[in-house]
C-alpha cells in the first residue's frame, strides 16, 4: 500500500519542471518547512476530489445533465447484474470516463473545446 501511494507523491513531483517548485507547493508559506508525506497525500486527494468534481460538472454540462444521452456513446453507463443499464453515480468513475472520452472521441472534444470557448467570450449589448 505504502508503495502505490508514494506513486502518487513522485507523479506530483515529475508534474513540476523543478525540486524547488515542488517544494514550494508543499512546504508551509510562513516557515517554509516541508510538510511530510501524509500532508502531501491530504492535499492530493483533495486536488484529485476538486477535479473530479469539476470533470463531473463538465460531462454534466456538456450532456444537459443527462449523462446517459445516446452521445455519450455508453461512456457513463453500465450493465447491472438484472441487465439493466444503469447511468453512473460515482464521482471518480464518471470524472474518468469524461477524460477518457474526451481523448477517444475527437468530434466530443472539438465540441466541449467550443462551447469552453463561448462560454469566454463577453456578452455584448446591441448597441442602442
Not at 12 to 27: G, I, N, P, V
Not at 44 to 70: I, P, S, W, Y
Request: with cysteine; aromatic share 12%; proline share 3%.
Amino acid at each position: 500500500m505504502f508503495i502505490y501511494l508514494f506513486k502518487f507523491i513522485v507523479e506530483e513531483r515529475e508534474r513540476h519542471s523543478t525540486e524547488d517548485l515542488f517544494w514550494a507547493k508543499f512546504s508551509d508559506p510562513n516557515s517554509h518547512m516541508r510538510f511530510g508525506f501524509q500532508q502531501i497525500l491530504t492535499i492530493l486527494k483533495r486536488e484529485r476530489a476538486e477535479r473530479d468534481a469539476q470533470c463531473v460538472a463538465d460531462a454534466n454540462q456538456f450532456f444537459n445533465g443527462h449523462l446517459g444521452h445516446t452521445d455519450a456513446n455508453g461512456a457513463f453507463t453500465y450493465t447491472s447484474k438484472l441487465g439493466a443499464s444503469v447511468v453512473m453515480t460515482k464521482v471518480g468513475d464518471i470524472a474518468r470516463n469524461w477524460r477518457s472520452l474526451l481523448v477517444r472521441d475527437p468530434l466530443i472534444a472539438a465540441r466541449w473545446s467550443v462551447q469552453q470557448l463561448e462560454a469566454q467570450q463577453p456578452t455584448t449589448s446591441a448597441p442602442t
